[in-house]
């Protein structure tokens, strides 16, 4: 499942991210870190934290986290993504598509792998730094981040797996067939882990201003534990958390919703960290190669059937009834997905993307649409390294202020408070006049603001309609066994069988 004999190597990236601010990533290579520099020096120890923030781009076809196979496996899952490409190609993708995967589907056991290797990171950082000998307030803040990311990664496995393993010390080496790392922990005792670890992160990390660029603050594990309030339906505290990021004053909605996702916003207030980014993974070209989180943009974007230099693999490609979802002139929708022209005239330009990017008409391209949010333009923003187009440098936006306003209307309407001004707020700035905040308008709102951005799978199981909306939209969706992926059978192997599987998917 994890080595607990992992050698203490922190891998520094050099992040070189154009037209931003310097990251906190952007330190030289520093080779290997020692346990002793860790503990005494707290610039060695930010080094150290750093190559926990690293894990977070871990993507491609290896052990993922917020990569490309998890976009998979949430996605295309739910009724915004179909799995896309040709019909013949990647087989566990449509597996998933079709809610006809097994234990043995390889992306589960890789999403597995890499949030425990995040986890194991994490671990191992705080362990560290609870013995340095520093200033307190520097440690505990470092101890804050580690811990906010470990939060990140059992919130996603709790709701992909239910319970998981409890692994939050590190191993001795005498510990390899410990009970405890090998059995599943309760889903009510991975969400204590992550509520305590979020409150740690309130507590002590700095507000936005008082950050480096990327890093976890105050307000992300505000935001974070507000809408881990929401799943455990106590609207309370959700409401409480998310007002008090809105009147912190450090974030508001991009006026251009199409310039969020953006690199550079020239003349804008969008692009990479922009005002309504509260967490966002930082990805980038480095030394070393690896600062960037593979087939995240290119795995997305538009394939051609031959003839032209194509922009991506085609997978995870925005459904028509997603499109159907948006109301007239919401301006979120051409934002959200990019539509192929149908087959025009010699003389058509096809598709013409914002950074005068062209895209054939569809005879030349496998699906009619794609992600435009996934979009990372060669022309005008950073170019991959070696031009290998896997590598494109597309910064994930995981935590946005507009999300904190549909958390705080949907906590309101449930607890008793004004939920109509943060739902107008975003309807607003979408071009659309105000509706009444109903739970199911508040739940529409979220859909079309949040499209193609790895919630909805999440949000139709906690909202119990999964299995309506899904078998609605073609789905093989069981009530009582899909609303939870399997436990990967590697994992159960590896176990000794120790891991439960989860119901429906066999012993």
Not at 188 to 196: F, K, N, P, S
Not at 251 to 273: E, K, T, W
């Amino acid at each position: 499942m994890f080595n607990i004999k992992q050698v203490f190597i922190i891998f520094i990236a050099l992040v070189v991210i154009s037209g931003c601010k310097k990251s906190f990533l952007d330190v030289e290579p520093q080779g290997n870190l020692t346990e002793e520099q860790a503990l005494k020096d707290p610039d060695a120890a930010e080094k150290m934290v750093g190559g926990v923030y690293n894990t977070l781009y871990m993507g491609g076809f290896d052990p993922t986290t917020f990569g490309f196979l998890f976009v998979l496996a949430t996605d295309v899952a739910s009724d915004d993504g179909d799995k896309g490409s040709t019909p013949s190609d990647f087989g566990s993708a449509g597996e998933i598509d079709n809610f006809t995967f097994t234990p043995s589907n390889f992306i589960f056991d890789n999403i597995w792998r890499g949030h425990y290797t995040g986890i194991a990171r994490a671990n191992r950082a705080i362990d560290i730094l609870s013995k340095s000998t520093f200033d307190e307030t520097v440690k505990n803040r470092l101890i804050g981040e580690s811990r906010f990311i470990r939060a990140l990664y059992y919130f996603n496995l709790v709701r992909l797996f239910g319970g998981v393993p409890k692994l939050i010390r590190v191993p001795e080496p005498s510990e390899g067939n410990n009970e405890e790392f090998q059995t599943r922990a309760t889903k009510e005792a991975i969400y204590q882990i992550i509520t305590e670890d979020l409150q740690f992160g309130v507590d002590n990390l700095p507000e936005k201003s008082g950050s480096g660029v990327g890093k976890a603050t105050k307000g992300a594990a505000q935001a974070y534990l507000a809408k881990v309030y929401l799943y455990l339906k106590n609207y309370q505290k959700a409401y409480e958390l998310s007002k008090a990021v809105m009147t912190s004053n450090k974030y508001s909605l991009v006026r251009d919703y199409n310039l969020i996702f953006r690199q550079n916003a020239v003349g804008g207030d969008g692009g990479n960290n922009n005002s309504e980014s509260i967490f966002e993974i930082q990805t980038g070209l480095n030394v070393a190669k690896d600062a960037v989180s593979p087939l995240f943009s290119n795995g997305q974007g538009a394939r051609s059937k031959g003839g032209w230099n194509d922009v991506g693999l085609g997978f995870n490609t925005p459904t028509s009834d997603l499109v159907s979802a948006y109301e007239p002139n919401d301006v979120r929708k051409n934002a959200t997905v990019i539509f192929i022209t149908p087959t025009l005239p010699a003389n058509s330009p096809g598709t013409v993307l914002w950074d005068g990017f062209r895209i054939p008409s569809q005879d030349s391209v496998e699906n009619s649409r794609y992600s435009y949010k996934a979009y990372h333009s060669i022309l005008k923003e950073s170019v991959p390294l070696d031009g290998d187009k896997d590598k494109r440098p597309k910064n994930i936006r995981t935590m946005r202020y507009a999300e904190v306003l549909l958390i705080n209307a949907e906590a309101a309407a449930n607890a008793g408070g004004d939920a109509q001004t943060p739902l107008n707020e975003v309807r607003e700035r979408a071009g659309l006049t105000p509706v009444p905040a109903t739970i199911a308008n508040i739940w529409k709102e979220r859909r079309v603001e949040l499209a193609m951005e790895q919630d909805r799978f999440f949000d139709l199981v906690r909202q119990g309609r999964a299995g309506t909306v899904l078998r609605a939209h073609g789905k093989n969706f069981v009530d009582g066994k899909n609303e939870l992926f399997p436990i990967p059978q590697n994992q159960r192997d590896l176990s000794g069988g120790r891991l439960a599987q989860n119901p429906g998917y066999g012993n």
